[in-house]
């Protein structure tokens, strides 16, 4: 059965078309991509800009596209592309505030996680993070999801692994509203979520030892 492709606003003026038909079904959601960056190359620009959905609900690049399915373009809808990612790299506030600008949005709340020196009177020398990657991220986004949709709010979250010094940035959130109030309480719901949902852990490393946190020595 073939697939049928739903394009809106941006994604729909670059393709030149609101829906198409495609006669061979892609194996995945980034074969999709391919596909329709060759067909419409005015729309590689802006897709990775866009997320898809298979049946109406989000996809990764990873998941099939069944037979039969309906599939749709959707173009960020404020400020840029949604992020939520776990990256091994220095964070800037940056890239989770341009995420989130928007016309009509005047209020931006960002909460900055850095990593102490001291914990419980113990000096540390490090933390060292670990992720389960395509679950943490799926899951930061589904925070963000249900984050926006209780504090009519736009988020991005960034979450990194690996070895983190003292005063260095271990996650960077921003929350976007029209008004400043539920831009505050939605990133402080994002953060709390965060701690208590999304896999991803660390050890403390100190003079004396090192332990799992939530584990215990």
């Given amino acids: 059965m073939p697939v049928h492709v739903l394009y809106f606003a941006g994604a729909r003026d ?5 829906r198409e038909t495609l006669a061979e079904v892609p194996a995945t959601v980034a ?3 391919r596909v329709l960056a060759a067909a419409h190359p005015a729309l590689a620009r802006i897709l990775p800009r866009c997320r898809i959905s298979v049946d109406q609900a989000f996809a990764d690049d990873g998941d099939a596209v069944r037979d039969g399915a309906e ?14 990612k ?14 989130v600008s928007g016309p009509g949005l005047g209020g931006i709340v960002t909460f900055t996680g850095t990593v102490r020196d001291a914990t419980r009177g113990r000096r540390v020398l490090r933390l060292e993070y670990e992720a389960y990657p395509a679950m943490a991220e799926r899951t930061l986004a589904a925070i963000g999801e249900a984050v926006g949709r209780e504090h009519g709010v736009q988020v991005a979250i960034v979450h990194r692994v690996g070895v983190l010094a003292p005063g260095e940035a271990a996650v960077v959130i921003a929350c976007a509203a029209p008004h400043r109030t539920p831009a505050f309480r939605a990133c402080e719901a994002c953060i ?18 090192s332990e799992w946190v939530g584990l215990g020595p």
């Fill in 14 to 18: 670059a393709a030149g078309t609101s």
């Fill in 31 to 33: 074969d999709l991509r």
């Fill in 71 to 84: 599939v749709a373009l959707i173009p960020p809808v404020a400020g840029g592309a949604p992020v939520f």
């Fill in 86 to 99: 776990v990256v091994d790299r220095p964070l800037t506030l940056t890239e989770v505030v341009d995420a």
């Fill in 192 to 209: 709390e979520r965060l701690k208590q949902d999304v896999p991803i852990w660390k050890r403390e490393v100190y003079e004396d030892g």
